[in-house]
């Protein structure tokens, strides 16, 4: 249903917008998602849709949809030209003009890593997913925008939602991860005393947060898909309801949905100002580091706040940490 509606959507987009095709191809985008990201950047009228095209993996019962996009709005408008079904991607590749791609999410990025040897923005995923594939040697340089905000930020939230908190237990993979030391860096600003509480796994998670939860004032969560998932943020976030003891974090706002207290997270309407930004750098070939979104906004579930009798006072001021000037 969602591919369906997905490429209805990415047909409508090319049909309505223009662009001028005298000038130089310098986008390719591609996605398995309609994300509000994907919605901003196909409207951005610096880089209309052309040459909007589906691709199907019928092995991995996968259907990705992207578009071919200029950067000259200038010039008579010429309608783009409809939506194509591509047997492969490394055809559109050589027989376009990209000069950068853009890879939204994982299915995506992988296919384009191996088809396409072009400088390339992967963007939809987090720090921990896009390890192994920053790491591959490759001709073409590669960057990224992680898909969880920057930790640290949710130990600013805590600090405004729950002013009186002075000990926050961080659940820590292990390895150690490499945004640790920023967090302890903006623990002791924030007068905050960490519980790093080190667990290999999902399981682990839950078994070690279960005996520290008495002596903690929150609790925040790690952006590791091996901690925290669909299997362990249930247990995790019944024990601590039980316990009155609030839970921050999470890489998506589909966190707090599910029962967290608030996270801050990207907001994906506003990043296309940054993702062109790191495309110019690219274009040029250079590699710039990958980064956390600049652009984040907090999400906040009224019901779990209302539960722990957070004040609307508190809400209104994280609001306000992180609203936009």
């Not at 005298?22 to 196909?42: D, K």
């Not at 609307?312 to 936009?324: D, G, N, P, Q, Y």
Request: charged share 20%.
């Amino acid at each position: 249903m969602w591919r369906r509606r997905l490429g209805r959507w990415v047909l409508s987009v090319c049909l309505i917008l223009n662009a001028n095709l005298v000038a130089a191809s310098t986008l390719l985008f591609l996605t398995a998602e309609e994300t509000p990201l994907y919605q901003a950047w196909s409207r951005d009228p610096h880089r209309s849709p052309t040459l909007c095209f589906t691709l199907a993996r019928p092995s991995a019962d996968v259907t990705l949809q992207g578009f071919l996009s200029l950067d000259r709005p200038e010039g008579p408008p010429i309608p783009a030209r409809k939506t194509q079904t591509l047997d492969s991607l490394a055809d559109l590749c050589h027989r376009e003009r990209a000069q950068v791609v853009v890879a939204l999410g994982d299915e995506a990025a992988r296919m384009i890593l191996r088809a396409c040897q072009l400088p390339t923005l992967l963007v939809g995923m987090t720090r921990q997913q896009l390890a192994p594939l920053l790491a591959d040697a490759r001709r073409e340089p590669v960057s990224a925008i992680y898909r969880e905000a920057d930790p640290s930020l949710d130990l600013r939230l805590a600090r405004a939602l729950l002013p009186n908190a002075r000990t926050v237990g961080v659940l820590v993979p292990t390895p150690e991860p490499a945004w640790l030391m920023s967090l302890r860096v903006e623990g002791r600003r924030l007068a905050f005393a960490l519980d790093e509480i080190a667990v290999t796994d999902d399981l682990d998670a839950v078994r070690m947060l279960r005996p520290r939860l008495t002596g903690l004032d929150a609790v925040l969560l790690p952006p590791d898909a091996n901690i925290v998932n669909e299997w362990s943020l249930k247990p995790l976030l019944l024990m601590t309801v039980r316990q009155g003891v609030p839970v921050l974090g999470g890489s998506t706002a589909r966190y707090v949905e599910a029962g967290v207290l608030a996270a801050v997270v990207a907001d994906e309407r506003r990043m296309p100002e940054q993702m062109r930004a790191l495309i110019a750098e690219l274009a040029h070939g250079r590699t710039p580091h990958p980064t956390y979104p600049a652009s984040v906004r907090v999400a906040i579930n009224r019901t779990v706040a209302e539960t722990l009798s957070v004040s609307a006072e508190a809400i209104h001021r994280a609001w306000s940490l992180f609203s936009t000037p």
